[in-house]
C-alpha cells in the first residue's frame, strides 16, 4: 500500500502521561501536514511540514504539542501532559507541490482516548 | 470571525436523484476551495478543487460551484448511489496561507435505496 501510513491506530493513555504518534507519508510527497479531528467536527489543522522545514503552526497549538520531520520523511507529533481535551482523532495528509494548494492524501489517523 | 459553514442537518435522499450540499463561509477570502468525502473511521479523501477564479469544475458525476461574491460553494452529486452515502467536507485555503485548510464541520449524506 503506498498511501499514507500512521501509527498507532488506537492510543488510550491517561492523564498526564506523554504519547508520540508517527506518520509516513507517500514517499515522494514534499508536504505534509497534522490535523486534529473530534466527532461531528472537520478536521482542524495543527502544523505544515514543506520538506524538513516546519513551516506553519496553528496559534490553537498549545506549547504541549511539537511536531517533527526529521530528514524530510516521516514525521512524529507528541503531546506531553496529556488532558482529557486531547482525544480526539490525530490524522496525518501529505501533498506533492511548490506553489498553491493542491489535493491532500489523508492517513487512516491514530485516535487518542486520555482517560 | 471567519466562519464555514454546511448544510447543518444530515441529508437524505432517494437513490437517483441529485443530492445539492451547501458550504458558506464569512470573513473569508479564499483563493481556493476543496471537497473531500469521509467515512466513519477513516480519513478523508479528496474530491474536488475549485479555484477563486473559476465557477464551476465538474468531475464524472460530481459538479462544484464556486460564487465568491455570495460566498458560496454548492456540490452536486448527480444519480446517487447508496455507496455516496458519507460526510462531505468543504475546505477552504485562505490567500495568506494557501497551504492551511480549514474544514467545515461536514454534512452527512445518506442516499436511500
Known amino acids: 500500500d503506498t498511501g499514507v501510513s500512521q501509527d498507532p491506530r488506537h492510543k488510550i493513555t491517561k492523564r498526564g502521561q506523554n504519547v508520540t504518534f508517527r506518520c509516513d507519508p507517500i514517499?515522494?510527497?514534499?508536504?505534509l501536514y497534522w490535523y486534529r479531528q473530534t466527532l461531528g467536527q472537520g478536521p482542524e489543522f495543527l502544523t505544515y511540514?514543506?520538506?524538513?522545514?516546519?513551516?506553519?503552526k496553528s496559534r490553537l497549538l498549545s506549547d504541549r504539542f511539537s511536531a517533527e520531520r526529521p530528514k524530510g520523511s516521516f514525521s512524529t507529533l507528541e503531546i506531553q501532559r496529556t488532558e482529557q481535551g486531547d482525544s480526539a482523532m490525530y490524522l496525518c495528509?501529505?501533498?506533492?507541490?511548490?506553489?498553491?494548494?493542491?489535493?491532500?492524501?489523508f492517513g487512516p489517523g491514530t485516535r487518542l482516548t486520555v482517560l | 470571525s471567519q466562519k464555514i459553514e454546511q448544510n447543518s442537518e444530515a441529508l437524505n435522499i432517494q437513490e437517483g436523484k441529485t443530492a445539492t450540499l451547501t458550504c458558506n463561509y464569512t470573513?473569508?477570502?479564499?483563493?481556493?476551495l476543496q471537497w473531500y468525502r469521509q467515512d466513519p473511521g477513516r480519513g478523508p479523501v479528496f474530491l474536488l478543487l475549485?479555484?477563486?477564479?473559476?465557477k464551476e469544475k465538474r468531475k464524472e458525476r460530481l459538479k462544484v460551484t464556486f460564487d465568491t461574491t455570495l460566498k458560496q460553494s454548492l456540490f452536486h452529486i448527480t444519480a446517487s448511489q447508496p455507496a455516496d452515502s458519507a460526510t462531505y467536507l468543504c475546505?477552504?485555503?485562505?490567500?495568506?496561507?494557501?497551504?492551511?485548510?480549514?474544514f467545515g464541520s461536514g454534512t452527512q449524506l445518506t442516499v436511500l435505496p
Open positions: 495528509a501529505s501533498s506533492l507541490g511548490v506553489a498553491g494548494v493542491n489535493e491532500q492524501f
Open positions: 514517499s515522494e510527497h514534499n508536504r
Open positions: 511540514f514543506q520538506n524538513e522545514a516546519q513551516l506553519e
Open positions: 470573513n473569508y477570502s479564499p483563493a481556493y
Open positions: 475549485i479555484r477563486e477564479n473559476e
Open positions: 475546505a477552504l485555503a485562505p490567500s495568506g496561507s494557501a497551504r492551511q485548510l480549514t
